[in-house]
């Protein structure tokens, strides 16, 4: 292995988010508009080239690989990039191959994915309420995801359901939502709106249920206790004495987890996001292209992490959006 990616803060990177696609099969009203203009597909990498970058980060330190999108499952082809990462994952140079998904896909490929190795999944579930699903994805079935799910947990998969919290959308299914993952064996954790896309500041400060009033909810009803553990990302967690069950919390905007972040973002256009919530990128196309060796790109890897910032500047205070990034979550990868 060659030396470790470390950034300015001495922050160790180890995770990469890669998107392998910016297309989705649903609209989700705090993602992406409804009418999207998607990316033109000669602007994507090829599957071969997710692969050589991927295996460029793997190379240097990066233990965790998740895929996203958009939603990944859509992508044509993209068994055959699991089934490249897996490789890794059997040399012992990866230690966790994963993705999130919005679930509509899981039932065609649960079984595949687990025959490459893996071992979790991270489904996008907002609400259980079938007419409340068809508005917030504008194009979704509920029915199609809960068969995904169930899918997923008759392929060995661990199901981890991520729930966007929505001020007046569903904090009404609370505790219906605990209550179903407890029941199902699912961990739960809940998401700050973050203001990610140009789809109208005042949609998202109506939207925004701050975590810290979520927690004290649940607290009414549950005995929580914190845990120390973490899995890699940003969420932190509980435990509910009364069912056993993890809830984890991310909160972007209550409190940031910024002083440990260790991910970096990977676009499907080979756009490299050390931050989430700023807009320096690195393009790492252009080098990927330009040589038949991985030296240049591996260059500029490290010359773009070496721009790592400390932190992201998501702020809703005193009524108005501060830090807001004009690229839909969809572009950046979920």
Same mark, same amino acid.
């Given at each position: 292995?060659?030396?470790?990616?470390?950034?300015?803060?001495?922050?160790?990177?180890?995770?990469?988010?890669?998107?392998?696609?910016?297309?989705?099969?649903?609209?989700?009203?705090?993602?992406?508009?409804?009418?999207?203009?998607?990316?033109?597909?000669?602007?994507?990498?090829?599957?071969?080239?997710?692969?050589?970058?991927?295996?460029?980060?793997?190379?240097?330190?990066?233990?965790?690989?998740?895929?996203?999108?958009?939603?990944?499952?859509?992508?044509?082809?993209?068994?055959?990039?699991?089934?490249?990462?897996?490789?890794?994952?059997?040399?012992?140079?990866?230690? %966790?191959?994963? =993705?999130? @998904?919005?679930?509509?896909?899981? !039932? *065609?490929?649960?079984? /595949? $994915?687990?025959?490459?190795? &893996?071992?979790?999944?991270?489904?996008?579930?907002?609400?259980?309420?079938?007419?409340?699903?068809?508005?917030?994805?504008?194009?979704?079935?509920?029915?199609?995801?809960?068969?995904?799910?169930?899918?997923?947990?008759?392929?060995?998969?661990?199901?981890?359901?991520?729930?966007?919290?929505?001020?007046?959308?569903? %904090?009404?299914? =609370?505790? @219906?939502?605990?209550?179903?993952? !407890? *029941?199902?064996?699912? /961990? $739960?954790?809940?998401?700050? &709106?973050?203001?990610?896309?140009?789809?109208?500041?005042?949609?998202?400060?109506?939207?925004?249920?701050?975590?810290?009033?979520?927690?004290?909810?649940?607290?009414?009803?549950?005995?929580?206790?914190?845990?120390?553990?973490?899995?890699?990302?940003?969420?932190?967690?509980?435990?509910?004495?009364?069912?056993?069950?993890?809830?984890?919390?991310? @909160?972007?905007?209550?409190?940031?987890?910024?002083?440990?972040?260790?991910?970096?973002?990977?676009?499907?256009?080979?756009?490299?996001?050390?931050?989430?919530?700023?807009?320096?990128?690195?393009?790492?196309?252009?080098?990927?292209?330009?040589?038949?060796?991985?030296?240049?790109?591996?260059?500029?890897?490290?010359?773009?992490?070496?721009?790592?910032?400390?932190?992201?500047?998501?702020?809703?205070?005193?009524?108005?959006?501060?830090?807001?990034?004009?690229?839909?979550?969809?572009?950046?990868?979920?």
């Amino acid at each position: 292995m060659e030396a470790p990616l470390v950034d300015p803060f001495a922050r160790a990177i180890s995770y990469l988010r890669v998107s392998v696609t910016d297309r989705c099969d649903f609209r989700c009203v705090y993602c992406m508009a409804e009418h999207m203009t998607f990316l033109p597909k000669a602007d994507l990498l090829t599957l071969e080239e997710l692969d050589r970058l991927c295996s460029a980060f793997v190379r240097m330190g990066v233990r965790k690989l998740r895929v996203t999108g958009g939603e990944p499952l859509v992508r044509r082809g993209i068994l055959t990039f699991f089934q490249a990462m897996a490789r890794h994952l059997d040399a012992g140079r990866l230690e %966790e191959l994963t =993705l999130t @998904t919005n679930g509509s896909q899981l !039932a *065609r490929f649960a079984a /595949d $994915l687990a025959a490459c190795g &893996v071992r979790r999944v991270n489904v996008s579930l907002d609400t259980l309420d079938a007419a409340k699903f068809a508005a917030i994805t504008r194009w979704g079935r509920l029915q199609q995801v809960m068969e995904g799910i169930a899918a997923a947990q008759a392929a060995g998969l661990r199901v981890k359901i991520n729930t966007v919290a929505l001020k007046g959308v569903n %904090e009404d299914e =609370l505790f @219906t939502l605990a209550d179903w993952c !407890a *029941r199902e064996g699912h /961990d $739960l954790t809940f998401i700050e &709106v973050m203001p990610m896309g140009d789809l109208g500041n005042e949609d998202r400060l109506d939207q925004y249920w701050p975590l810290s009033d979520l927690r004290a909810r649940l607290a009414e009803r549950y005995t929580l206790l914190d845990l120390a553990e973490r899995t890699g990302g940003p969420a932190r967690y509980v435990r509910v004495v009364e069912t056993g069950q993890k809830i984890g919390f991310i @909160t972007p905007l209550t409190h940031n987890f910024c002083e440990s972040c260790n991910r970096v973002r990977l676009t499907c256009t080979g756009e490299l996001y050390m931050c989430l919530g700023q807009e320096d990128m690195a393009d790492l196309r252009a080098p990927l292209r330009a040589s038949a060796g991985d030296g240049v790109v591996e260059q500029a890897i490290r010359a773009a992490i070496a721009r790592k910032p400390k932190g992201h500047d998501f702020d809703y205070s005193r009524r108005h959006v501060a830090g807001r990034m004009s690229r839909h979550m969809s572009h950046t990868g979920g």
